[in-house]
């Protein structure tokens, strides 16, 4: 009783996972993602039979990137796969026979960490997701904001630099190309290109080039004290803090929940985040700060956030 | 029987009014605003006392500008008044006998034009108000937001210029500094200094010099066709619908109000702050577009507004 | 007596001109590009012999895009075709017996400009060159001022955009990411794509994508008043005055010559860009100010100006 | 033999001092800057009849502040006097009976480095002083490079940020809003108020208020190792490093010349200064780089400088 299907779509693979109440996961299944809008749609309805027969799960819930309408079923654009105006709810419910409920990736990772994760005692909580791009979810008194249309929380296209670096949405300056995984390793590269005999760690781990460096490899040598890539934290983190400080203007929540592949590096990224939120939060001295966070779920959280979702009907 | 009394505290008077459920306002008195945060104090009480004298108004909203905490009970920080973790809802009950609560002057503006303004019809509103500086309200389902500690939408204080213009409130490049009647000033003395041979109509309407140019000269100007008047009124634009645009990352509302004296132009200013929502807009081919609506309260909607909060409780 | 040979090597074909002292070409050829570094200075020697062969032209000036050394000897870098330390001064007088300069293409079609175009009469002029990209070239006292590394009048990197916009170079917010044929394209595909509606002659011009529309069609749209195609240029025109005034601070020369495709559009380009300048000059009421020219050799600068240099020695 | 007067406008007194050929100063005089600019002349004239007398010396070189026109005869605009085409080099000239020659007094102080201090072996120099503002100045071919009407070398007007802070020129983002004196003082103070827990060290030099902190207190906190104030040095540095590699780009010296009060603090701003140079020098590794030095003249600069042009003549 009282179980639940959580599905995250991945750029590689699909993941379905049977999820109590508790927000635990009791059982996973996980599928490759094929190349094709329809493809994808028949993966996902493989993965929820195979992970759910058997079960009493009587609901699905869905993360899926991108703009999720206001009735939660249909995909408005997917800027990966290529989905406009896919009615997702409806087709996986013609398939696999429970009632489905999709949302915005990043929203059901908000909400699984809300509920399960690093917001326990929040009921006004944002989080932002550093993972390749910037993600986000807002929890206003105990629910979550969807917007008037579905498309509320797209942090990652606030422009926080005016006529700045162009965006996969076609506007420039967003909040993304300054703080997310893809800038951090812009950051390592165009320093380890400009100054390479500060950075012989960074460059050894790749392959001696700028371009060869990766994610993986600024976070091993930042680990290591490597000056470029522990400066290439820094300039991330001046970005992320930066904007978290204006998101306390706007929702004033009394927590930030900070996730994603970038905030698995835990305090070498977050200290530099919060202090950097302190820098720039306006009126500082004259309000109670939200605390920065960071997510407790990994790369769970989206899927228990989905299944939850769908559990709350 | 359902008439409450508004307050709005403005920097040279103070005024209060008796508002039925309608938002009607049936009576008001306005007294000059003292000089010394005490005298403030007392002349509310005075004004509410003599407009609510022989009413059956019973309970008082009161709007003011700075941080008021989450009890809707203590003023944390005026920017004008030199308040400080007042307690201002406690010192006008013990003087007026009725029961009060005080709000943001933003967001109780927010809130008459949601219920009583331009906002009929609409569930999930953000107001901004481009007087002096640039205020604002967010209305989510209904309801309010306040954030988690009473400061939520101060949206004037949004950075949008990395390194930009000095704010009062300390920080830099600040939303107000670029959207506002102040920042409308400055484009037009900017531009007549710059290229005062195209702006004989603006400077004669002042004394002759860029410094005498006012904000009704700018309007006037504009009215006329003058080119840097409209030149000035169109970069305000600029700045304020890609604002908006953010906004509509962020919070996703059915529309948006756009309030306060620079919004009484009309179209001369919210069709390009239209015009250029558009242009910045993320995503715009795939989601729905929020309306961008005039205000119709003009100075009203803060009393209004901060009555109809009283009644709410 | 006192012919010359110049030398314009472009994307497509390699140009060679005889020269004689008034700037007149008198007989030109052209060959492909080849697409090795090696085939091109066997393309530069045939185009030189062919054109020179049973004439008394006894030098020859190349122009070549990149980094060029102080002695006007050795290509440094060369962004498009791949030379690194090439001496290319030395391998060309081998294989045609005559004296040669190698100068940058900018800087040689600047000192064409202000030996036998826009320049007359002025001893201290600055010319950009809005072309695909910018390029610049610098006259002091009569003079071109190569730098002490040979490296000068690199205009197209001058950071006008903090955190901005990615270049070919490496570094961000370079000015002719801004101003420049390329960036003219990109506002009009930005603007076509947010607001198609205002966009349909420049939409119908292309393949009715945003993404089919090239410069020509910018061009021709705004000739004909198409209201993006001229916001477009207006677009361009604001970055490239804005970028001259920051000239006239450092170099306060008598004229600015502006070439390169864009300026082809005269006035409708011109005009604006005089308009910028004149409201970004720094003290402008308390300087003389320089004059904005439009260039008048075309696509000849460049050989002609590389000619006239051979002759100087 | 060989001897001339040189006279450094301040703000607070006037210098004058006898220069032999060597740079050397063998006798100086100082009087206070009168309040009027009649009484500046006035002075001027006291000052070097009072050194000169007695003495061989034949010339007088002025360096005052703002713009000079090109025959180094009138003060075009003066931002500190109020000076307004103020013919200086004839109301001296009939005072003192002396030929004069009047320049810009940050030309005066480069040209001094140029000639008797950091500037020795470079004939390509550029000059930034990073005293209240910033200043510079041009030596070009081992000449002092004053543009075609003499106000070329201004520097700190170069426009760094778009819709920057604002500057007393009336123009936004000009450069020494970011990198001077009064830019690290800003700094210090953002940082002690945003974060006073970090900044004990420097808030006890001043008065305990961030308003109390003044440049003084900033250096004595940085050498002290204090994270704020070492922060301040470092973000000064980061523009004035990026400045550099802009004026690299468009001069390409073989030298920078730092001087001015902040570079009193010799490697705690000029290495930081050298790396954010590295960091944005386009082209870098295909280039030689300038070398980025140390005045050393100190405040002598322009007096020593201004009486070296005198006798050039």
Redesign the interface.
Known sequence: MGLTIGVDIGGTKIAAGVVDEGGSILDTCQVPTPPTPEGVIEAIADAVRAVGEGTSADAVGIGAAG?VDDKRATV??APNIRW?HETLKDKIEQRVGLSVVVENDANAAAWGEYRFGAGAGH??VVCITLGTGLGGG?I?GGRL???????????G??????????CG??????WEQ?ASGRALVRYAR??A???PENAGLLLGLGDGTPEGIDGRHVSDAARAGDPVAVDSFRELARWAG?GL???A??????AFIVGGGVSDEGDLVLEPIR?SF???????????H?QVLAAQLGGRAGLVGAADLARQG
Chains 1, 2, 3, 4 share one sequence.
């Open positions: 703009y408005l654009f406009r009921d006004d807002i206003i904001h969807r917007g008037r249309f579905g498309v509320a929380g797209e942090f296209h606030l422009r926080v630099v005016p006529d700045g670096l162009l949405c076609g506007s420039q300056g967003c300054y165009q320093r290109s400009a100054t930066a400080a204006d998101l203007s706007l929702f004033d929540p009394s202090k302190r820098r720039w939060l306006v009126g500082g001295r004259h309000r109670p939200a």
